[in-house]
């Protein structure tokens, strides 16, 4: 890994093709999802399985370093970033996009 992060990352995927796979670092399990499929499944779980809000605000977190301490302005903003979301894929231009 120190040497070849790449040929690493490359190698492991070539081992698990089916999409996930764990590594422990430092202490701590890292489960790595590579395939798109498989994050779109764990994002549309029933509720009692996975809240897709607890999943998102876990992302966000542990793989793009959002602070903890700063996730309730990311709490305050998601309505109105939704709000955009759902007025860009419901606007008449998007299926002449599409």
């Known amino acids: 890994m120190a040497y070849d992060a790449d040929g690493f990352v490359k190698n492991l995927r070539s081992r698990f093709p089916s999409g996930v796979f764990s590594l422990n670092f430092f202490g701590g399990r890292h489960n790595i999802l590579y395939g798109p499929g498989l994050a779109t499944a764990l994002l549309n779980q029933k509720q009692h ?13 542990v793989i793009f370093g959002f602070p903890k301490s700063e ?17 860009l894929l419901s606007e008449p231009s998007l299926s002449d996009l599409v």
Do not use: F, I, T
Not at 49 to 61: F, I, K
Not at 72 to 81: A, E, S, T
């Open 49 to 61: 399985m996975a809240n897709s809000e607890e999943v998102s605000r876990r992302l966000l977190n």
């Open 71 to 87: 996730l309730h302005k990311y709490d305050q903003g998601l309505p109105d970033m939704m709000a955009c979301y759902k007025h």
